[in-house]
Structure formats: structure tokens, C-alpha cells
């Protein structure tokens, strides 16, 4: 199954609602935006693969899901995952570690791809949030309450004030 049927299959199996829209293949909050125009650009739920170099030295992937209008805050996402640095996961990386997703199209749910997954606390003003689901062209609207349930993600805050 490709990324897009893993959700869909996961939603249905857990009896939760959703919206699929098709549109223009898109890579940008901005660019998504525009092509669900009845969305807001808060309501985008932006995901980011980053590579963590940890205090014990080791590299580890991880997922930050965010507003689609705003930005991480990089001393705030160093102190949350207690590294001593990272950096956005590089396009070949993104590739491997999402078995074939181009960057654009990564949905917000990285326990998909072994990954752990942190959640800025100002997602969850949303009722309802939408992402691109595996495809920069798919994307899949749902309450943001359904996918704290299905995501199990991390709690926090780690967006810039700006």
C-alpha cells in the first residue's frame, strides 16, 4: 500500500470522518492553501522531518507538525529533544525515511514511519485540520481531535512567537 491507502485504511479502520480533495500538486502551506481555499493557512497541519544530532551523540529522526502559517523556533526544538543540534532532513533523506514521499506531501502521521512525532499545542485550536496525505496532490481534511487519537503524538511548544 502507498502512503495515501495506509491513512485512508487506518481512518476507516478506526471509524473516523474525513474529507480527500484532489487538486494541483503543491509543496508549499502557502501553495496548499490556495488550492483548498475553504481552509485556513492555521488549519494546515505542516509536518517536518528533521534530523537530531542527541547529547548521547546518536543521529534520530523525528516529525514536528505545526500551523501552516508558522514557523519552528530552533532553541525551543533543541531543549524539547535534547540535542545538541539538528537539521531539516535533506530531500534524499525525507525519500528514504518515508519510502518514496516527496517532501510537500509528508502527512502528519510519522508513527507511519517509525518515526516520533511532536505536535505544537497550537494545532489543537483548530476543530478540523487538513494535510497533504502521501501525495503532493491528495490532501485529507479531519478533527484535529481524531488525529491526536490516531497520531499519538508529543504535546508541545516549540513555534516561534514571530
Same mark, same amino acid.
Given at each position: 500500500?502507498?502512503?495515501?491507502?495506509?491513512?485512508?485504511?487506518?481512518?476507516?479502520? $478506526? %471509524? +473516523?470522518?474525513? @474529507? !480527500?480533495? /484532489?487538486? /494541483?500538486?503543491?509543496?508549499?502551506?502557502?501553495?496548499?492553501? /490556495?488550492? /483548498?481555499?475553504?481552509?485556513?493557512?492555521?488549519?494546515?497541519?505542516?509536518?517536518?522531518?528533521?534530523?537530531?544530532?542527541?547529547?548521547?551523540?546518536?543521529?534520530?529522526?523525528?516529525?514536528?507538525?505545526?500551523?501552516?502559517?508558522?514557523?519552528?523556533?530552533?532553541?525551543?526544538? %533543541?531543549?524539547?529533544? @535534547?540535542?545538541? @543540534?539538528?537539521?531539516?532532513?535533506? !530531500?534524499?533523506?525525507?525519500? !528514504?525515511?518515508?519510502?518514496?514521499?516527496?517532501?510537500?506531501?509528508?502527512?502528519?502521521?510519522? $508513527?507511519?514511519? $517509525?518515526?516520533?512525532?511532536?505536535?505544537?499545542?497550537?494545532?489543537?485550536?483548530?476543530? !478540523?485540520? +487538513?494535510?497533504?496525505?502521501?501525495?503532493?496532490?491528495?490532501?485529507?481534511?479531519?478533527?484535529?481531535?481524531?488525529?491526536?487519537?490516531?497520531?499519538?503524538?508529543?504535546?508541545?511548544?516549540? +513555534?516561534?512567537?514571530?
Amino acid at each position: 500500500m502507498n502512503t495515501l491507502e495506509v491513512i485512508k485504511d487506518r481512518l476507516e479502520k $478506526n %471509524r +473516523i470522518s474525513y @474529507k !480527500e480533495f /484532489r487538486h /494541483r500538486p503543491v509543496r508549499t502551506s502557502e501553495e496548499a492553501q /490556495r488550492e /483548498r481555499p475553504d481552509y485556513s493557512l492555521s488549519q494546515g497541519a505542516k509536518a517536518i522531518l528533521i534530523s537530531a544530532k542527541l547529547k548521547s551523540g546518536e543521529k534520530k529522526y523525528f516529525m514536528l507538525v505545526l500551523p501552516g502559517n508558522r514557523r519552528i523556533d530552533s532553541k525551543k526544538v %533543541r531543549k524539547l529533544l @535534547k540535542c545538541s @543540534k539538528f537539521s531539516f532532513a535533506s !530531500e534524499d533523506e525525507v525519500l !528514504e525515511i518515508t519510502e518514496g514521499v516527496l517532501p510537500g506531501g509528508v502527512p502528519p502521521f510519522g $508513527n507511519i514511519f $517509525n518515526l516520533d512525532v511532536y505536535v505544537d499545542e497550537s494545532l489543537s485550536k483548530n476543530d !478540523e485540520i +487538513i494535510f497533504n496525505a502521501g501525495d503532493r496532490s491528495v490532501s485529507i481534511a479531519m478533527k484535529y481531535e481524531d488525529y491526536k487519537k490516531l497520531s499519538k503524538p508529543h504535546i508541545s511548544d516549540f +513555534i516561534s512567537e514571530r
